[in-house]
């Protein structure tokens, strides 16, 4: 069964960093690309990040390029996104999705439950 | 910010169809997926590849695309598909996945 799992979400000011997990499991983690999406509270959902299969592509929305940081890590199934100079446009819920296939274009497939992000002082 | 347009709400006793208006450079380009977000939950996969049901997603849904449009029709409604959906396409001028600004659809 495929299972993404994020965590680190937390409170954090403005200015500050945080930086988010992804557990991976129930499928073969370096033959899929991983991307993050967001959810400000009782709005829409946001693309973040995607990150291929092999680790070497790597896109991020302008809304966050310059300040987060997206990576994986093989050997540990792991997915982590670092949040830098968060401001409280940052605020929302991250969701940890795994992709089709090992392409970073190939489409959402599997979301995660996703973890809460606020941001205030 | 959201490229591709829905309206901000459906409804329908028993069917109805969303619309998902784009570009050249999105939708007229790229395949288009389509999620259901029930209240509370993360978004689940309804469509892939404009009109593919993945397993265990019913034949009442079913996903389009024509030229920079798309449209997931759902018929026979049943009060448990009343939630959030969205559409999805990787835009090649922005090198990023662009999301509709999403659909309420209420049961009647």
């Known amino acids: 069964e495929v299972q993404v799992v994020e965590s680190g979400g937390d409170l954090v000011q403005p200015g500050g960093s945080l930086r988010l997990s992804c557990e991976a499991s129930?499928?073969?983690?370096?033959?899929?690309?991983m991307s993050w999406v967001r959810q400000a509270p009782g709005k829409g959902l946001e693309w973040v990040s995607s990150i291929s299969g092999s680790g070497d592509v790597i896109y991020y929305a302008d809304s966050v390029k310059g300040r987060f940081t997206v990576s994986r890590d093989t050997s540990n199934n792991a997915l982590s996104l670092q949040m830098n100079s968060l401001t409280v446009d940052d605020a929302a819920v991250y969701f940890c999705?795994?992709?089709?296939?090992?392409?970073?274009?190939?489409?959402?497939?599997?979301w995660g439950q996703g973890t809460l992000v606020t941001v205030s002082s | 910010q959201s490229v591709l347009t829905q309206p901000p709400s459906a409804s329908g006793g028993q069917r109805t169809t969303i619309s998902c208006s784009g570009s050249?450079?999105?939708?007229?380009?790229?395949?288009v997926y389509w999620y259901q977000q029930l209240p509370g939950a993360a978004p689940t996969l309804l469509i892939y590849?404009?009109?593919q049901r993945p397993s265990g997603v019913p034949d009442r849904f079913s996903g389009s695309k024509s030229g920079t449009s798309a449209s997931l029709a759902i018929s026979g409604l049943r009060s448990e598909d009343e939630a959030d959906y969205y559409c999805a396409a990787w835009d090649d001028s922005l090198s990023g996945y662009v999301f509709g600004t999403g659909t309420k659809v209420t049961v009647l």
């Open positions: 129930g499928f073969t983690f370096k033959n899929y690309a």
């Open positions: 999705v795994k992709m089709f296939t090992a392409d970073w274009y190939a489409g959402f497939d599997y």
């Open positions: 590849k404009n009109n």
């Open positions: 050249s450079s999105n939708i007229g380009n790229n395949y």
